[in-house]
């Protein structure tokens, strides 16, 4: 009697631990496959990972090759706006509005170093050590990390700063040469033009001032590889040598709204992404993908895929694929792309439905390029 009642204790217990574990497998593949909205995506330097960030709140690597999910971190507690992983080191650091910043071991997926923002995470940047964050609140005051230990280094701070009631965020990239950084200035209602400042990382001291027409929107800056250039995105597409400061072309002039952009490795090609040329109803619109001749200021071609706005777009190191996230409804909001032919080659995740079960089930799509 009592072996049997051991017995039938012993199979209700490992009924319960089958039930448990096939619980937390379907949460597991429920949480992958409502990954929300897609704000950062990064390619790892020898090009076989891809990282991003999403609503979410958790920060994902990819394999870069078959979308299969490598890692999960569900540290932080909003939504992820930056990812980047660390030069020399496979280690990843991730950003997010909830003030936080976290140094992650990809060989353990464990956290190593966290350290805290006074204020929501939107635009990061590493500087040319690999070792140094640099970190944006509006446009007069960029703090200086240290992402081995967290600590905060030095700041650069503006006069100006209460001044700037009109940018709240802060738009900039940094230099190839590590020397400088241009950045969005404060803009103000009886002004005839916005600004760009060329600014020193050593003194924050301003090294150029350039003026954009009233009309044109800042919302992105991307500086070239070579460092001579800039496409400054938002309602339109304009190339500036941020040396001279002056207009080279309106790449264009048609755009709804541009949320990123990113250069090729080798400078002679752009990926702008966004509203689109011809959204109407704005946040409704198909997301867009354009694909620019540098030079000339054509479009190479469109991807057609998403179908809400595109936030994010990252070159591969080697510039044949681009990764791009966006705001995509009851599809996937991660795609990954062949630059010469613009087809996708995966997309993550993947929803499928069956005649039997009519919920969403997580499957890695791979396409043969």
């Not at 597991?28 to 909205?37: L, M, S, V, Y």
């Not at 950062?40 to 394999?63: C, E, M």
């Not at 650091?93 to 071991?105: E, H, K, R």
Request: include cysteine; glycine fraction near 8%; charge should be positive.
């Amino acid at each position: 009697m009592n072996r049997k009642i051991v017995v039938s204790v012993a199979i209700i217990c490992l009924f319960l631990l089958s039930f448990f574990q096939f619980a937390e497998t379907k949460a597991q593949e429920t949480n992958d496959t409502n990954i929300g909205f897609v704000y950062a995506v990064a390619f790892s330097p020898d090009g076989k990972q891809i990282a991003l960030g999403s609503t979410d709140s958790r920060v994902r690597v990819l394999d870069a090759e078959t979308g299969k999910q490598l890692h999960v971190s569900p540290e932080h507690k909003s939504s992820v706006k930056f990812v980047k992983f660390i030069p020399k080191e496979n280690h990843l650091l991730s950003a997010s509005g909830d003030n936080t910043a976290y140094v992650w071991d990809l060989t353990s997926g464990r956290q190593i170093h966290s350290f805290s923002f006074g204020r929501g995470t939107f635009l990061c940047g590493f500087l040319l050590d690999g070792k140094t964050l640099m970190h944006g609140q509006g446009s007069s005051l960029y703090d200086f990390w240290d992402i081995t230990n967290g600590t905060l280094i030095r700041s650069i701070k503006q006069q100006n700063r209460l001044r700037d009631a009109f940018e709240y965020q802060s738009v900039f990239d940094v230099t190839p040469d590590g020397k400088s950084f241009l950045s969005r200035g404060a803009y103000k209602t009886e002004d005839k033009f916005r600004l760009l400042r060329l600014r020193s990382l050593v003194t924050g001291k301003d090294i150029k001032r350039i003026k954009l027409p009233k009309k044109d929107t800042i919302e992105v800056i991307k500086i070239s590889p070579d460092g001579k250039t800039a496409l400054i995105g938002g309602n339109k597409i304009s190339l500036w040598n941020i040396t001279t400061g002056k207009l080279i072309r309106y790449i264009s002039t048609l755009e709804k709204g541009v949320r990123d952009i990113a250069f090729s490795p080798d400078g002679k090609t752009a990926v702008s992404v966004g509203f689109g040329t011809g959204a109407e109803g704005i946040e409704n619109s198909p997301g867009s993908i354009y694909l620019w001749d540098v030079k000339t200021g054509k479009m190479i071609r469109e991807f057609v895929g998403h179908n809400r706005p595109v936030n994010t777009v990252a070159f591969s190191p080697d510039g044949t694929k681009i990764v791009t996230g966006g705001n995509d409804v009851r599809q996937s909001p991660l795609r990954v792309w062949n630059v010469a032919t613009g087809k996708e080659i995966f997309i993550f995740p993947r929803f499928t439905k069956t005649k039997e079960n009519d919920t969403a089930q997580l499957n890695i799509y791979v396409e043969k390029m």
